[in-house]
């Protein structure tokens, strides 16, 4: 069991430069290719540029979450604005509730992406859970 | 795209649906175009070794699908205003994913317009379900309401 003690414990983003090359490999990997009158990243495109958060969160030695039985469980996203090459993105990831329930434990991860003039981009709210080895 | 005018959306309407096809191939470009390369996406046998049948897709790619339906019928991607659903099954290569929406409630006022989705896969069983969309359209232009 993850130690409740790291709720509250947040991550950053380092700005996230988005460009035409990121926005269409991500358009073409998913296959969802339309073109809008103007070039904008599919609103789901906020997992590319929020990643690094969610990284930092798996990848911190301290909460130790077991990521290898680590799933996506559930994920909810608000879009306040189109997202366009030339956009710089910060994300801020917040571990907010680490639950027990059966033999699984659930992780809820909020997220907030803000441009560079401090307005809301996106918000996001993440649940992973973890299976017992 | 064009975009889909408010006025032809009604409760209860079903969206056209959206089949992909999931490859190998697939998966991993998504992990090199969103950054996620967790090897239980990439590594069959790192898989295998954490309990799954073998390399699944991120949950992501499945939301992604999801989120291209609804795109594609508005026609317009900056009229989506929240997505939200539980990954409540394994993709993996091989399988056919169909996600099917469906109107459930449309407010003249706000011009907002809620979908349902669910996405299933070859078997019929739910990968995403529980899935809502939330749409908002332009404000209507005046000249149809010219005095």
């Known amino acids: 069991m993850t130690d409740s003690r790291w709720v509250g414990r947040s991550y950053e983003t380092a700005p996230f430069e988005v460009t035409e090359q990121s926005i269409r490999a991500y358009m073409a990997a998913v296959g969802d290719v339309a073109e809008d009158d103007e070039l904008m990243a599919p609103p789901t495109y906020a997992m590319v540029y929020g990643f690094d ?66 307005q809301p981009v996106s918000d996001g709210t993440a649940l992973f859970i973890i299976r017992k080895a | 795209m064009r975009t889909l005018d408010f006025e032809q959306v009604s409760p209860g309407q079903a969206l056209p649906p959206l089949t992909k096809h999931v490859t190998v191939e697939q998966i991993r470009q998504y992990a090199e175009a969103s950054g996620d390369r967790n ?23 499945t ?64 990968v995403f379900n529980k899935g809502v969309a939330e749409a908002e359209f332009p404000p209507q232009r005046s000249s149809t309401h010219a005095a």
Not at chain 2, 39 to 61: K, Q, T
Not at chain 2, 67 to 73: F, G, H, I, K
Not at chain 2, 81 to 89: D, E, M
Request: proline share 3%; with cysteine.
């Open chain 2, 39 to 61: 090897p239980i996406h990439l590594d069959e046998s790192f898989a295998r070794s954490a309990g799954l049948p073998g390399v699944i897709a991120h949950g992501m790619l």
């Open chain 2, 63 to 126: 939301m992604a699908f999801a989120n291209q339906m609804v795109t594609d019928w508005l026609g317009n991607r900056s009229l989506l205003k929240s997505l939200h659903g539980r990954f409540a099954g394994m993709v993996v290569p091989g399988d056919d994913v169909t996600c099917s929406g469906t109107v459930a409630s449309k407010d003249d006022g706000t011009r907002r317009v809620v979908i349902n989705l669910v996405v299933t896969n070859q078997r019929g069983e739910k």
């Open chain 1, 53 to 118: 958060a969610y990284w930092q969160l798996w990848t911190d030695q301290e909460v130790a979450l077991d990521v290898a039985h680590l799933v996506h469980g559930e994920q909810r996203f608000s879009f306040q604005r189109p997202v366009r090459p030339g956009d710089r993105i910060r994300t801020t990831g917040r571990l907010t509730a680490i639950n027990a329930r059966n033999d699984m434990e659930l992780v809820t991860f909020e997220l907030k992406a803000r441009d560079a003039e401090d």
